[in-house]
């Protein structure tokens, strides 16, 4: 289960949202209002993800793109792009402002030392893709996709 899901399921166990919202006042009203933009911003992270990882398999043939689990290890980032002979490592956001998770910076850097990893949304997407083709190009993986 996903650590997104785990948090709904928390927030849905509290006393604060059990009822109807239009029965317990304002507060619940509130917090229900709150489940629902946490719930959109999941759903909106999750397209990207799923767009992107789309995306790279077209990008890059051949890839493999492994999903980390987020549960495994706090602060890895969620995908693994395996190709050739080099990887890459992605941290993906919804947006350039959303909120970083501990160890999330530390991860990222160490992985950027090793190979290269960076965070990844949709204002820096494409800058990001293209760093990382010049790395996979760098570190000798000889054929990209046919893009120019």
């Not at 927030?11 to 009822?19: E, F, S």
């Not at 790279?56 to 549960?71: M, Q, W, Y």
């Not at 965070?119 to 494409?126: G, L, Q, R, T």
Request: aromatic share 10%; charged share 25%.
């Amino acid at each position: 289960m996903s650590e997104n899901n785990k948090i709904l399921q928390k927030l849905a166990k509290t006393d604060a949202i059990k009822t109807c919202p239009f029965m317990g006042g304002i507060e619940r009203g509130l917090n229900a209002l709150f489940l629902l933009f946490l719930e959109v911003f999941i759903m909106l992270e999750n397209k990207f993800k799923q767009g992107l990882t789309k995306e790279l398999k077209e990008r890059f043939p051949g890839c493999v793109v492994v999903h980390l689990d987020p549960n495994e290890v706090q602060g890895h980032p969620d995908l693994l792009v395996l190709y050739g002979s080099t990887w890459a490592a992605l941290e993906g956001k919804r947006s350039a402002n959303a909120p970083y998770r501990p160890n999330q910076d530390y991860y990222v850097r160490q992985m950027n030392e090793m190979s290269f990893a960076a965070f990844i949304y949709p204002e820096n997407k494409e800058e990001v893709l293209n760093a990382m083709e010049r790395s996979f190009q760098a570190r000798g993986t000889a054929r990209l996709s046919g893009r120019k």
